[in-house]
């Protein structure tokens, strides 16, 4: 792929595969203030970004990290998906809540990480699913005892969980102590429970201590907050409120019919003065007073059902959403001086005005969350949040894309400049900000469900529950022009495709790992908990018959330690070496990797030969930090080899890198740890050198192994990023070097056999602007025609590409650090000459004039294929291409909801 040089694209569209709709939004939830503490006001070098949960329809949850790093207010690629937790088939989600695992430890002011937190879901049926976050299973399921399940709703303390059930009961379930128990049945309507929402929770009482009360001070400390009562939506056209104490109903709220027929509250919402806002079936937002349950304001708001509801921060908006595709926002206006009252539901003289409406969505918007979360207390408590950041909207439904929007109020905008933490634009008001569609992907941990056999021409396309191969032919003609410029919609009239295989699989969880091996011989498909592995064989007619290796389940069992029959065997990434005789596999729960031979045996039956451990073990890692042996200490190590030190800039005795400057840590700046509990991150990414020599493995919690198939041994590990990798790739013509993509596209480059980041690779220029792209980096391929990075004749351009675009960049067409091609040559000349006495940092050079400008023209942008799935190349100067525009998939969806304003009869 070098400059000038022709290459053929195939533009492949027939793929069908079809994202799933998004039912369910949830943020953290911050924990409570003490009743004894100050007011909590959360500064500048405080505020964190959290994590965002999404339910989608086809029963898999995604879990979502903000790509900026700790208290940077500003990221262009705002959240990505970093775990998926893939669904029993066939499920869905139609509820999600998540709440504190230990809410007393948390400070005030903290942001939970996921391991912090407990994920339930509802889909529908009658039981309610507690999910392991770490080991991405169900951990536990309970049955509501009343039927189907409408609603859950977490406490604001994060103690209990109530459950809106098909009986018209609201189950309250207590997670005090790690638990999933009932605690309590309220009493019974006789309508469903459609939605649920917590009233404020009162303080406390305290009083002077004894010295009886001595030993139950911490079991005080852990009851600063009692829940009053509860309010639920139901679908007899009422609101209604329950005591928490007694159990019993205490209010009921009727809301508008329409022609005699039951009105549907889809939502509802409580506020820390104890105003109750509800959505319902008529498209209407209304505000009740808590104490005399009585209408305050009504707005028409909508034209159709209102599906969902979300409070701002501060508490002074309300988002609104449904069937119409409108965000709505509402917004609390002061009408006079505020008076002193003593009730702790005091409310100030003021009322609701529709202040905004935007349509963000082509069709119904199931779900609204923002971030910073809102927490219903009453003022004199109320959680205050840094007024010249502004708010994240997220909103999801059929379009099946999650939308972010900034959503300040314009009165923050008149004391300061408020930071749009998306970057999408100056303003960041709700009404004039420009919102970002996140993009969204098509396989597990944020990768790619699509696969391709090069020398097989086989594209493989990987779906909930079963899998389609495509046959690529070759091309009949040749036409000379760049990238882009020769294109072959396969599809079209030449047929530059054929179908060869459809396949629908028996699995107990949504697909998680698909892969074809270069031959077109060997097919690896995985759900969470059983691998399949297929042996594809082709007729003189093109046709492929699929023979199953029914042994691998058992050859996968006995390679696990204490396993058994119902030992799962599925695994989280799969992937074959390039000469076709290896298959590694990530195991998705135990987090062993396996390497089986294919080619050992003539019956086709794979032979485990390797198990790694690495990623199981903790006495390399302190925190979520890699440590690695310091010069002169003895400590344990997980490998037969003694050095496994990754130097920094290319350093073979010292690291000349100012770790101030860099994010991820090293080995000198951590003591070491001897804990061996086993960790159980998932692995998510997997790469084999394009020799077949070097294996590269990354998991959830940030740790990369290098591991050497050749010897099949550990090689080294890699210091651990703060941000998740999304992408690994080994150069073509010089296998050692190696790719690493960051989710907020950072990009860094790694020298296997040296176990360096050389200094040449800091600051190439072109991989800065990368940077600034909206879309994370899904892969990197090279044209294997172009030359390595060691050739002067021919420079290595690298085509990173994302959901929305395709970047072309020349690795070695110079840094900021003057290390280029030209002189690349003579400083690892230097490196071997200097290896045995003192090592010196590389001359360092300001990035001048020219490079500013030699920087501009090696970063060649191109946005006209989107929304894509896949990037590779099939032979060199031939590139293939995957599509899915986003028109094909919303066209087999059902019409959106429209409404005619003029000339309707």
């Known amino acids: ?137 169900v951990r536990r399921t309970l049955p509501s005892q009343g039927g189907a399940i409408w609603s859950i709703s977490v406490n604001p303390a994060s103690t209990m969980l109530a459950l809106g059930c098909e009986d018209g009961s609201i189950r309250i379930i207590s997670l005090e102590d790690d638990t999933l128990v009932h605690l309590k049945r309220l009493d019974r309507a006789k309508s469903r429970i459609l939605s649920l929402a917590w009233g404020p929770p009162i303080p406390r009482d305290t009083k002077p201590k004894t010295s009886s009360d001595s030993d139950s001070d911490s079991d005080d400390e852990n ?10 939506g139901c679908s007899d056209s009422s609101i209604r409120k329950w005591d928490l104490t007694s159990g019993r109903i205490s209010d009921r709220m009727g809301t508008d019919k329409m022609r005699g027929e039951r009105t549907l509250v889809w939502a509802v919402g409580v506020l820390g003065d104890g105003t109750i806002i509800s959505g319902d079936s008529l498209g209407m937002v209304k505000f009740w007073d808590s104490r005399t349950c009585t209408q305050l304001q009504s707005f028409q708001a909508h034209g159709a059902d209102v599906l969902c509801l979300t409070i701002s921060p501060e508490g002074t908006a309300v988002y609104t959403s449904g069937v119409d595709q409108k965000v709505i926002q509402f917004t609390h206006i002061k009408t006079s001086t505020t008076t002193t009252q003593s009730s702790l539901l005091s409310r100030s003289p003021a009322r609701w005005v529709q202040s905004s409406s935007r349509r963000l969505h082509s069709h119904d918007v199931r779900a609204l969350a923002i971030w910073p979360p809102y927490s219903p207390l009453p003022n004199p408590y109320k959680r205050q949040f840094p007024l010249d950041i502004a708010p994240i909207l997220a909103s999801g439904g059929l379009d099946m894309s999650v939308v972010v929007t900034p959503s300040a109020l314009p009165s923050n905008t008149l004391s300061a400049k408020v930071v749009n933490p998306l970057s999408t634009s100056v303003v960041a008001t709700f009404e004039d900000s420009y919102h970002r569609r996140l993009a969204y992907t098509s396989g597990a941990f944020g990768g790619s469900a ?19 191969v495509w046959r690529i032919l070759k091309r009949k003609r040749e036409e000379k022009g760049g990238l882009g410029d020769d294109e072959d919609t396969a599809g079209g009239q030449e047929g530059g495709y054929e179908h060869v295989l459809d396949m629908d699989l028996n699995v107990h969880s949504n697909l998680v790992a698909c892969a074809i091996s270069d031959n077109g011989e060997w097919l690896f498909v ?57 298959l590694i596999i990530a195991t998705s729960i135990s987090s062993y990797i396996l390497v089986l031979d294919l080619s050992s045996s003539s019956d086709n039956e794979p032979k485990v030969i390797r198990r790694f451990e690495q990623h199981r073990t903790r006495n390399v890692v302190v925190g979520e930090r890699v440590v690695k042996k310091l010069p002169g200490a003895h400590t344990a190590t997980t490998t037969n080899e003694e050095d496994d030190d990754v130097q920094m800039d290319g350093g073979e005795g010292e690291d000349n890198v100012d770790e101030s400057d860099n994010d991820f840590t090293s080995s000198s700046a951590l003591p070491s740890s001897n804990s061996s509990k086993p960790l159980t991150a998932t692995i998510t990414r997997l790469a084999v050198s394009p020799d077949g020599q070097w294996l590269l493995s990354t998991d959830t919690s940030s740790h990369t192994h290098v591991f050497n198939l050749d010897s099949l041994q550990h090689h080294s590990i890699l210091p651990s990023f703060p941000i998740s990798i999304s992408t690994l790739s080994f150069s073509p013509n010089n296998p050692n070097i190696l790719i690493i993509g960051l989710s907020n596209n950072e990009v ?29 980096i899904l892969g990197v391929t090279f044209d294997s025609g172009g030359g390595g990075l060691t050739t002067k004749k021919s420079p290595t351009s690298a085509l990173f590409w994302g959901s929305t675009w395709l970047c072309k960049i020349q690795l070695d067409g110079g840094s900021k650090s003057g290390l280029g091609s030209s002189n690349r040559a003579g400083f690892d000349k230097k490196r071997r000459r200097d290896r045995d006495g003192k090592r010196h940092p590389p001359h360092q050079q300001p990035l001048d004039e020219h490079s500013q400008q030699t920087g501009q023209q090696n970063f060649k942008l191109i946005t006209h294929y989107r929304p894509i799935l896949f990037v590779d190349f099939i032979e060199p100067g031939e590139l293939v291409v995957v599509e899915r525009p986003l028109v094909d998939v919303l066209a087999k969806l059902p019409p959106p909801y429209f409404k005619p304003k003029y000339g309707a009869s």
Request: with cysteine.
């Open 450 to 468: 699509v696969c391709l056999a090069r020398k097989a021409r086989l594209l493989v396309c990987m779906r909930d529950a079963g899998i389609s």
């Open 526 to 582: 995985s759900d969470w908990y059983e691998s399949k592995l297929f042996h594809l064989e082709s007729n003189t007619d093109g046709d492929i018959k699929p023979k199953r290796i029914r042994d691998l389940t058992s050859i996968i069992q006995s390679q696990l330690p204490n396993s058994k029959p119902s030992t799962p065997t599925g695994a989280s990434t799969v992937v074959f070496t390039p000469d076709n005789t290896k």
């Open 748 to 776: 860094w480059i790694y020298d296997v056999e040296e176990k360096t980041f050389p200094g040449w690779g800091k600051g190439l220029l072109g991989l800065e602007r990368l940077k600034g792209l909206k879309d994370e």
């Open 223 to 232: 009851n600063d907050w009692n829940d009053s009562w509860i309010v639920a």
């Open 1 to 137: 792929m070098v400059d000038g040089t022709p290459v053929s694209v195939h533009r492949c569209r027939f793929v069908d595969f079809t994202p799933a709709a998004i039912t369910a939004l949830a943020f953290p939830p911050l924990p409570l203030p003490s009743v004894k503490g100050k007011r909590s006001s959360l500064k500048h070098k405080n505020f964190k970004f959290g994590g965002l949960a999404v339910g989608r329809a086809n029963g898999n949850i995604e879990l979502y990290d903000w790509t900026g790093s700790d208290h940077q207010l500003q990221a262009s690629q705002a959240w990505v998906v970093k775990k998926t937790l893939p669904g029993p088939f066939p499920s869905k989600v139609d509820s999600l809540a998540l709440s504190l695992r230990t809410p007393y430890d948390l400070g005030v002011d903290d942001v939970p990480s996921w391991s912090d937190l407990r994920l339930f879901s509802a889909g529908g049926g009658n039981e309610l699913a507690e999910w392991d976050i770490e080991r991405g299973c």
